[in-house]
């Protein structure tokens, strides 16, 4: 319930505020939010298996997030950060497929 | 719904959660422990992040996201886009111009057709035509002419006439003296195939129609050659006088030669050219 709570507040604040991303954070934002977005999902998937772990959660959400940055940063001190940012958003993309295809057979048993 | 109670008094121990329905029971059950405020923190902040990302990517468009590289390669691509439009337009404007210069010199030549017909028109009779001249009546009122004298008669004025420099001629009859234009069917246009025939019902035939006399010419061309051409000892007037008929021969600085004939295509000659 509160994180769910804190969620909805994030969001309305983001409505509120409209502030403006700082150009050094721009290439990082999205793979960012795509990072905490796959951490979401397996927190949820845990929740439904029974196996959640705060500690795990707020441990495997921050390291996703900065790892994913890094990950970006390497890429554009190297020169191939677009591609290394769409193999990031990729590898991401099919960990949230994946996590969400568990919670759909959790939920719908289906 | 049941709310445990246990949670608000910390009377009764909680029993152990088993099952689906304990487990979403226990997300609803407020605790709060610094892992779950750490957690509440981490979940406003994915929102908070992903809400700012979607509203600059909406507001500020795609590109002011976009990396360097990109910008670079999108550049690029404008770049030549460019380069291949400019060309395009270049090719465009080249085939215009051929088209436009083209369609200037059909004109031209149409206009130039158009002109050269109006003016064969004149020679073939296909068009009416009128400038100065005169015109020159022949009449036998006596009938001392006869009938059989009388194409040569007019072979000789229309040959005269030519010799002036006639550019359109018209052969009238019978006409009133004075009268202009002749009643529509005794008038013929006279051209070069114009022939003369004798006809027994008192008349000439004239390219197959029968004209009497009084005759009259009407001519356009040079009004005093014309006249003076008439008028030489032994020329048309002495000639028509000299066998008993009458002339008279008036200028004119306006003479309409209105009759027309028909334009024939030749059945076997071809342009050769």
Known sequence: MIPAVALVLGV??????????????????????????????????????????????????????????????????????????????VVLGIRIFSNAAAIRRRVFHA | MTVDPGAETGVSPEPVPTGGRARWRSLLTPRLRRVDVAVAVLLAALGFAAVVQVRSTQVEGPLATARQEDLVQILDDLTNRDERLQAEIGSLEQARREITSGSGRSEAAL?????????????????????????????????????????????????????????????????????????????????????????????VLVDGQLLKAPFRFLVVGEPTTLATSLVIPGGVVDDVEARGGETTVERSGDVLVGALRPLEEPRYARPAA
């Open chain 2, 111 to 203: 206009a130039e057709a158009r002109r050269r017909t109006q003016l064969l028109g004149v020679l073939a009779g296909t068009v009416p035509a009128r400038g100065p001249g005169l015109m020159l009546t022949i009449s036998d009122p006596r009938g001392e002419i006869g009938q059989d004298a009388l194409p040569d008669v007019l072979l000789n004025a229309l040959e005269e006439l030519r010799a002036a420099g006639a550019e359109a001629v018209q052969l009238e009859g019978p006409v009133a003296p004075g009268e202009q234009p002749a009643p529509g069917q005794a008038r013929v246009r006279v051209v070069a195939s114009t022939s003369f025939l004798r006809d027994d019902r008192g008349g």
């Open chain 1, 12 to 89: 309305v604040l983001g409505l509120a505020l409209e502030p403006t991303v700082p150009a050094a954070l721009q290439p990082y934002l999205p793979i960012a939010v795509v990072a905490a977005l796959d951490a979401v999902f397996g927190a949820i998937r845990a929740q439904l298996d029974g196996i959640f772990d705060d500690r795990v959660f707020v441990v495997s959400f921050v390291s996703n997030v900065l790892v994913a940055a890094l990950v970006v940063f390497l890429g554009d001190q190297l020169g191939v950060g677009g591609q290394l940012s769409t193999g990031v958003v």
